[in-house]
């Protein structure tokens, strides 16, 4: 049971460049969420999706996109990765909204230079 | 969304010695869950918290609810260097998403 799958682990990106950061989870969850985690700054949500078919913005969604693709997969997006992007990026997911107990992915590491 | 203080911000110990981390909030939460990251991990679920004055121990973790519901703690007996991490306390904004702190970032020399 892998639970929460997070593609890539590591990425470099030049200024300006875009990239899609993957998520896949198996657990049959229906809320998934993308957080940034930076040094002192704990974790701030940029998007959630509280079901299938909905995203909605978190504390920090400028420059990032996300797509629910289906009940499994959510995938979160830079358009022009800048370096204040520079970040570990988590994603997780949970029985539903309501439930406060998420599973989180391994983390995806993104440095802008 | 309701914001949640942690403090200390750092805390080291020598093994053997008892841990305390407080996460504290300005307004009543409805309740409160404890995550540890262990350096270079992810987070992971330890707790959650939801009655007023509600405590809940795991083997040395001993987690308190405050009486008015705007405090939180969780203190680590006998530390070991297992212990090591970053604990984080959240909270549910209107139910959709959680609210983390900034955590506490827990160091045990052996």
């Known amino acids: 049971n892998a639970g929460v799958t997070q593609t890539p682990k590591f990425q470099v990106l030049k200024t300006g460049q875009s990239m899609t950061l993957q998520c896949a989870q198996d657990?049959?969850?229906?809320?998934m969420y993308w957080y940034r985690q930076d040094p002192g700054m704990g974790l701030r949500l940029i998007y959630y999706?509280?079901?299938?078919?909905?995203?909605d913005k978190g504390e920090v969604p400028n420059g990032y996109n996300v797509s629910r693709l289906n009940k499994r997969e959510f995938s979160l997006r830079l358009e022009s990765a800048a370096p204040s992007q520079t970040s570990v990026y988590f994603c997780?997911?949970?029985?539903?909204?309501?439930?406060?107990?998420?599973?989180f992915g391994a983390g995806s590491r993104l440095t802008v230079l | 969304g309701q914001q949640v203080m942690q403090i200390p911000q750092y805390q080291h110990v020598q093994e053997g010695e008892d841990f305390t981390t407080y996460c504290n909030s300005s307004?009543?939460?409805?309740?409160i869950q404890w995550y540890k990251q262990r350096p270079g991990g992810h987070p992971v679920f330890l707790i959650q918290?939801?009655?007023?004055?509600e405590v809940k121990k795991q083997k040395r973790l001993t987690f308190q609810f405050g009486e008015a519901k705007k405090n939180s703690s969780l203190h680590i007996t006998a530390t070991q260097t297992t212990d090591v991490g970053t604990y984080f306390c959240?909270?549910?904004?209107?139910?959709?998403?959680?609210?983390f702190g900034k955590g506490t970032s827990l160091l045990v020399t052996p």
């Open positions: 307004t009543t939460l409805s309740n």
């Open positions: 657990m049959n969850h229906n809320s």
């Open positions: 959240s909270n549910s904004n209107s139910g959709y998403a959680l609210n």
């Open positions: 918290l939801v009655k007023s004055g």
């Open positions: 999706s509280a079901s299938e078919g909905t995203t």
């Open positions: 997780a997911s949970s029985r539903s909204s309501g439930a406060n107990v998420l599973t």
